[in-house]
């Protein structure tokens, strides 16, 4: 098992990464997050030979982080050289367009990306793509669905397979009608009913977005067309992900709703460390699946067709999408208007080639730019 870094260390993944790694024993040779908080520094001080980069810390968060010496460095390069550094495992759960260069670095080096920063390969596709394979570099997906689908996929013949299926939980909105969605507000947004995640991925859940984020990262770790990639609404969140194949044999991937899971096949894949668990209680439990409303849910379409356009088209969804979510987090906009933000954002903004992380940064500021001129229209 390779050496880890942890970026993103004190947001959700980089906790449960931190909780995995102790719990399997593999080594943890960096950390990161955006802020010196109190939690980064005890994380520091459980992992005294670690490297740390803190972002964008306060000037006193700096202060206080000198007391960590010469393993300290600050700014989002520094960020990213400890993702660079050769023979790591990097978990990135950075959160945002923040995650993509240490991404790229990670795989320039010749590292395993153990990948849990959505923007890395829905806003930068094009570019970390093309990175993976240097020197040796590999994704492996941490995000359920996605790990799913790579151990369903593994060692299979890309003409065995049919389609691919992600699940998606319907999140707390799920049945409900266009005026139910449209009267919606943030605290029922928060309510996820399966999984416990960090606030703007949870309202993504919510709209659908998040699956139609995940539909796009899926053509691009696996190499599907978005004929070729589907959503079902799996309200258990059980079934992780689904295969199915040219004989016409579905494969499922199955099992608890818990992110230390994937974390920890992340780490270990192609071997499984032990969990201690009791058996799984299959006699009980039911499965059942839904197709998901388009109407109601457009980020599913919007998906979709940012996806097919190509090119820069995704990094505007995702760049306008958490303008959007944050504006309705903060209230200034309805549950419904998240959507019109994007759509109206992926029309304004022309679509264009993206060869460097320099390039889906500037596709990024225009989008927000752009949906944040939107926001007083809603
Ligand atoms: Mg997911």
Known sequence: MRPLAVLGATGSIGRQALEVAADIGAEVV????????????AVAAAHPAARVAIAAPSGDERQR?????????????????????PGLTVVNGIVGVAGLAASAAALAAGNRLALANKESLVAGGPVVSALVGTGGSEIVPVDSEHSALFQLLAGRDGHEVRRLVLTASGGPFRGFTADQVAAATPAAALRHPTWRMGPR?????????????????AHHLFG??????????????????????????????????????PLRFALTHPQRAVRPAAPFPLAGTSLTFEAPDFEVFPALRLGYEA?????????????????AVGAFLAGRIGFSSIAVVVEHTLHDVAIRDLASVADVLAVDAEARAVATGHLGSC
Do not use: C, W
């Open 65 to 85: 982080a000198t007391q960590l010496g010469s393993r300290v460095a600050f700014g989002a390069d520094a960020v990213a050289a400890l993702a660079a550094e």
């Open 307 to 323: 996806g097919r356009a190509g090119g820069s088209a995704p990094a505007v969804l995702i760049a306008a999408e958490e303008i």
């Open 201 to 217: 991925i949870t309202v993504d859940s919510a709209t659908l977005m998040n699956k139609a984020l995940e539909v796009i990262e």
């Open 30 to 41: 960096a950390v990161a997050a955006r802020r010196g908080s109190d939690e980064l520094l």
């Open 224 to 261: 599907y067309s978005y004929e070729a990639i589907d959503v079902v609404v799996h309200p258990q969140s059980l079934v992780h992900g689904i295969i199915e194949l040219s004989d016409g044999a579905l494969l499922a991937h199955f099992g608890e709703p818990d992110m230390r899971i």
